[in-house]
């Protein structure tokens, strides 16, 4: 920056340009790599030169000679952070001619030495030269090895000095090739610019976009800078997840974007060493202590999303694109997976910019979630406000439009948690189906136990798992309304009743809400059994009992009538032999209602067995069914496939309706 401004104050004649050149050195005992690191840099330029007043200004500390453009007085401190010493030799103008400085700029350097001293110069034009020497090894590997990186930093850390009307020539020499710093400029940086003004307060900012090809740029960054140089900077990726990756243009052609955000505030506001700047937001700068004032500093997020709109303003026809592209891999995601997410469908511009460019399904489900959380969440402040303000609101048209569009939009939220549950009545039907078409010799585990599992988990009951795992419906949408379940346990061991019958059913049903075969079942009641102090000692008004054999199971015995297994468990339960706490198990009468579901393979014996037992045959011959006078139970029999058939039909119209395809 030094050379631009001494061009600038040289005044040159307009026949005579201004120009800078940087000069690459690198390490000459690496000459056998191709890019050795490199080791230094010389500049020149043919501005005005050490004359008196930059002399003395060189020689004082905290300068205010340049503060009027930016400059804080200490850049040639940095030289030596970075650097071990510097050789200048500079040539001015004064009343006397043209004289010539030459010195060396180390940590031993002294104002009262006499290199230091003017002499006759051997030229009749200004200039000055600074050679930086000997990197110091903890910059080196921060420092761009390949010559276009250094060329895209140094462009880049200029940008806005370039885009100056009278800007000077600047070239770049390295491993003996130049490169013309401006031609690269206009080519890759200005040519598809755009600019922009927003105010803050009663402080103007402006931002300059810029599309720079993929080959100089790795990612789209937002740079802030003060006094035509860059200081800090965002990824953009950060805060626009569009800008993930590389964006292509009408022509294909790959880009990055950068943002330079600068204003007369972000110049007073830089800190000494130009690394960042004095923010209202402690978490947006490096701040050990609040300095005066600080609560009249504008935090660091009010100017990025200010910047961010522009953004993506100047990127509105390629991020169109993108969001095109997201919003149909969602609407297949809940076309085919999720329809409980299609009321969001309404709106996506709420949420697409949330997602990456090319998402994938978990990061989908992860923002429609999200996303339909918020909705809900919204709903619910808006009905606590609606509520609140009814009984003040005089127009009561106006209340009611209020009221409708609210319900409206509450009703959307109950149809998305219904498409919710019957997508994953699909998959468990899905699932199940994948189960019993599985040869025996693939299967890890025996049928009936998968089957069980996916009904009702084993060795469990109602007060240990919740609803949403519990699929009774694949036998009985009936069974849903119940006060208590117990899964494959043993009736002595089971919490609710207590009993030293060591006979077990699969699945045991305790009811003492009204007959659940009435056509108008009590579905509402789902109290659990004594768990509600005034419905405690209520009787048993029913019970069911579900039974899984093993399937292809052939040694049935005249005793291994699964209807008779699951009798004698009724009855032990009518006969009072169980206990709650120490205490017996009312029932409402000996003879209270009872169901026995069968789910087994009907091979030939165990239709025989059904038969001799006087069960009739359904007319899909897939089950039997009958009611045993003798122990006053109804039961059903019917094959995996059977079970299987009719729960996907009873389901159908709902997966037809919300376009649940089947997988098969």
Known sequence: MNSFQAIKEANLPSNIQGRVTIEVVRRSDMLDVDTPPISGFRIGDNGIGLDDDNWDSFNTAFSPHKLSRGGKGLGRFTWLKAFDHAEIRSTFKDEGGFHTRSFTFDVNYDSDDKRGVPKIASQSHTSTTVELIDLKPQYTDQCPRQTEQFIQKLVEHFILVFLEKNCPSVTLIDLGQKHDLNAVFEKDFKAAASAHTFRINDHVFTLHGFRLPSSRATKHRLVYAADQRSVLSDKLADHVPNLAGRLLDDEGKSFFYLGIVQSSYLSEHVNINRTDFEFGNPDDAELELPLPGYDQLIPKADIRSKALAFVQDDLADVIESINSMKLDAIRRYVHREAPQYRLLLKNP????????????????????????FLRETELKKESTRIIKEAGKIGDYQQYHKQFTKFLDEYNELGVSALAQYVAHRRIILDFLERSINLPPDKQKFPLEKVVHQLVFPMRFTNEDIPSSEQNLWIIDERLTYHSFVSSDKKNKVIPVIESADEQRGDIVFLDEKPDIFDEKPDIFDEKIIFSDENRKGHP?????????????????????????????????????????????????????????????????????????FGATITPDKQGFYGYHPNHKVYYEVVDYTKMLSDATKRNQRFFDKLNLVDNH
Do not use: C, W
């Open 540 to 612: 048993l008004n029913s019970i069911v009992v579900i039974e899984f054999k093993q399937p292809g199971r052939t040694a049935y015995k005249e005793t291994d009538n699964p209807v008779l297994q699951a009798a004698r468990v009724i009855n032990a339960i009518r006969a009072g032999k169980y206990k709650h706490k120490g205490r017996k198990i009312p029932i409402a009468n000996a003879e209270i209602p009872a169901m026995i579901f069968v789910v087994a393979d009907l091979t030939d014996r165990l239709k025989n067995i059904l038969v001799d």
């Open 349 to 372: 511009q709420r949420f697409l910019d949330k997602l990456t460019p090319m998402p994938q399904r978990q990061e989908i489900e992860t923002v429609l979630h999200r996303e339909l």
